[in-house]
């Protein structure tokens, strides 16, 4: 007897989570769909690559890439019903009894009677063994197929057409138990018996991504799509719970803010403050390709404001985070420079060989670290002078490099300088990104600036990391 329970449900809204990883904090959306094992996994970080690294995309028209289900990330769009994505002899995906298809979706153009996402086998040329169709047309989004045996009732649910809205869309299928449920924002909102045919068609398999093989130009989607997975087991509804509420990376940008710096320079083609405190002054502007690749800009010049006195006010413990590249020879520079009455307080590079150091008069030992010098690569430096606790802490890359006893002391003042000092000692690399906080930022939320991607591109798909 075959069974079913439509539940007329979804939620509107953003989940939003700490950012992390699994060892310390809550892990972010992407990180749980791998965990899960896909056997692709589209993310639409400005590309159209599997992050399995099994089955790339390709797409005959020009998709576009906007905002996806947060700020800063990014997802596919048809780019006003004009494009599609698709792979053809996906042998990968032949043959599974099994499947979980997972993906999110925005309606915001018209879709009546139009293809969200499709599997299909062919025979020379025409449909073979089996569809697996995503479609949307009279106010429901369905799930078709065709195939061997039957579907008593066909998976659907009520979403609104021409609606900027993203919703969660999982369909699992387990062959033993014939059992399917589709899920919208982490509620089951169809749950049926039927025995799903698996698709037998080797290397004839083919896998659309806004519209469908039967008719391409025809039946494009008109909206946006993101983080396509498909695995080769159902998802438990535990799972799909937990991925529904996992945070998507915030951008970079916006993970800083978040923790509210007392300054905040992002250098895009300006000097800036984003906290509309101290704009900077150029002594000479060149703007670079910044970490994360354009349209970001990062700065190659020395640039400063003298009048800057609230970034000292006798602050005891402070926080300087940045984005540095060492890409030419630099010799005993400053990448950030302040004087605090008596006082230095200095991010100074390649005063040793290859050394990235904070200095401060105070004397003692200085903290440092090693970074190479003339290479192409962006690092994140955070520099933590927690008063406090009684250690300076410096970061690179998220990681915790060096942590040391003693600390700079706080003192009046009214100078800073990116770039270089006050008399010069330019540093001959790229600066982009710098923050100052008056507090200590924690481990935790210097990973999580790490990890946020720039340009909606995580870190991990950077050309130069």
Same mark, same amino acid.
């Given at each position: 007897?075959?069974?079913?329970?439509f539940l007329?449900? $979804?939620?509107f809204?953003?989940?939003?989570?700490?950012?992390?990883?699994?060892?310390?904090?809550?892990?972010?959306?992407?990180?749980?769909v791998?965990?899960?094992?896909?056997?692709?996994?589209?993310?639409?970080?400005?590309?159209?690559?599997?992050?399995?690294?099994?089955?790339?995309?390709?797409?005959?028209?020009?998709?576009?890439?906007?905002?996806?289900?947060?700020?800063?990330?990014?997802?596919f769009?048809?780019?006003?019903?004009t494009?599609?994505?698709?792979?053809?002899?996906? !042998?990968?995906?032949?043959?599974?009894?099994?499947?979980?298809?997972?993906?999110?979706?925005?309606?915001?153009?018209?879709?009546?009677?139009?293809?969200?996402?499709?599997?299909?086998?062919l025979?020379?040329?025409?449909?073979?063994?089996?569809?697996?169709?995503?479609?949307?047309? !009279?106010?429901?989004?369905?799930f078709e197929?065709?195939?061997?045996?039957?579907?008593?009732?066909?998976?659907?649910? &009520?979403?609104?057409?021409?609606?900027?809205?993203?919703?969660h869309?999982v369909?699992?299928?387990h062959?033993q138990?014939?059992?399917?449920?589709?899920?919208?924002?982490?509620?089951a909102?169809?749950?049926? &018996?039927?025995?799903?045919?698996?698709?037998?068609g080797?290397?004839?398999?083919?896998?659309?991504?806004?519209?469908?093989?039967?008719?391409?130009?025809?039946?494009i989607?008109?909206?946006?799509?993101?983080?396509?997975?498909?695995?080769?087991?159902?998802?438990?509804?535990?799972?799909?719970?937990?991925? $529904?509420?996992?945070?998507?990376?915030d951008?970079?940008?916006?993970?800083?803010m978040?923790?509210?710096?007392?300054?905040?320079?992002?250098f895009?083609?300006? $000097?800036?403050?984003?906290?509309?405190?101290?704009?900077?002054?150029?002594?000479?502007?060149?703007?670079?390709?910044g970490?994360?690749?354009?349209?970001?800009?990062?700065?190659?010049?020395?640039?400063?404001?003298?009048q800057?006195?609230?970034? $000292?006010?006798?602050?005891?413990?402070?926080?300087?985070?940045?984005?540095i590249n060492?890409?030419?020879?630099?010799?005993?520079?400053?990448?950030?420079f302040?004087?605090?009455?008596?006082?230095?307080?200095?991010?100074?590079?390649?005063?040793?060989?290859?050394?990235?150091?904070?200095?401060?008069?105070?004397?003692?030992?200085?903290?440092?670290?090693?970074?190479?010098?003339?290479?192409?690569?962006?690092?994140?430096?955070?520099?933590?002078?927690?008063?406090?606790a009684?250690?300076?802490?410096?970061?690179?890359?998220? &990681?915790?490099?060096?942590?040391?006893?003693?600390?700079?002391?706080?003192?009046?003042?009214?100078?800073?300088v990116?770039?270089?000092?006050?008399?010069?000692?330019?540093f001959?690399?790229?600066?982009? !990104?710098?923050?100052?906080?008056?507090?200590?930022?924690?481990?935790?939320?210097?990973?999580?600036?790490?990890?946020?991607?720039?340009?909606?591109?995580?870190?991990?798909?950077?050309?130069?990391f």
């Amino acid at each position: 007897m075959n069974t079913y329970h439509f539940l007329n449900w $979804f939620f509107f809204g953003c989940v939003i989570s700490a950012l992390g990883t699994s060892a310390g904090f809550p892990q972010t959306y992407p990180e749980l769909v791998q965990s899960g094992h896909p056997l692709v996994y589209w993310r639409f970080s400005n590309n159209l690559a599997d992050s399995q690294g099994n089955l790339d995309l390709m797409s005959p028209g020009t998709p576009a890439f906007v905002d996806g289900p947060n700020s800063g990330h990014l997802a596919f769009s048809s780019n006003g019903g004009t494009a599609w994505a698709a792979q053809f002899g996906v !042998e990968q995906l032949s043959g599974l009894y099994d499947f979980t298809y997972e993906l999110w979706i925005n309606l915001a153009g018209d879709n009546e009677g139009k293809v969200i996402f499709e599997r299909q086998a062919l025979t020379n040329g025409e449909p073979g063994s089996g569809t697996h169709r995503i479609r949307y047309g !009279e106010g429901k989004l369905f799930f078709e197929y065709t195939g061997a045996g039957s579907v008593p009732e066909t998976p659907a649910v &009520e979403l609104p057409n021409q609606t900027s809205g993203w919703h969660h869309i999982v369909l699992t299928s387990h062959y033993q138990n014939a059992t399917n449920v589709l899920y919208v924002d982490g509620e089951a909102v169809f749950e049926g &018996e039927a025995y799903l045919e698996p698709i037998f068609g080797g290397n004839q398999d083919v896998v659309y991504i806004g519209s469908s093989r039967s008719n391409p130009e025809g039946l494009i989607m008109d909206g946006y799509v993101d983080e396509v997975a498909i695995y080769n087991r159902a998802l438990s509804a535990g799972e799909v719970v937990q991925h $529904f509420q996992a945070a998507l990376p915030d951008g970079y940008a916006g993970a800083v803010m978040a923790s509210s710096p007392l300054v905040y320079w992002r250098f895009e083609n300006n $000097f800036h403050d984003e906290m509309n405190l101290y704009d900077l002054m150029p002594t000479g502007a060149n703007y670079v390709e910044g970490p994360g690749g354009s349209p970001n800009t990062a700065l190659f010049s020395r640039v400063l404001n003298n009048q800057a006195a609230i970034l $000292f006010d006798n602050i005891e413990s402070f926080t300087y985070e940045m984005w540095i590249n060492c890409i030419f020879e630099s010799v005993q520079s400053y990448i950030l420079f302040r004087r605090a009455g008596s006082a230095q307080h200095a991010v100074i590079y390649a005063y040793n060989p290859n050394a990235l150091e904070f200095f401060f008069l105070e004397g003692g030992t200085r903290p440092l670290v090693t970074i190479p010098n003339q290479t192409d690569r962006w690092y994140h430096l955070a520099v933590v002078n927690d008063r406090h606790a009684g250690r300076m802490r410096i970061y690179l890359d998220g &990681e915790l490099a060096l942590e040391h006893d003693g600390t700079a002391a706080p003192g009046p003042g009214n100078l800073v300088v990116v770039g270089g000092a006050d008399l010069g000692a330019n540093f001959n690399g790229y600066i982009d !990104e710098v923050a100052m906080y008056d507090y200590a930022l924690s481990g935790e939320q210097i990973q999580a600036h790490f990890r946020a991607p720039i340009n909606g591109v995580p870190v991990a798909d950077w050309s130069l990391f």
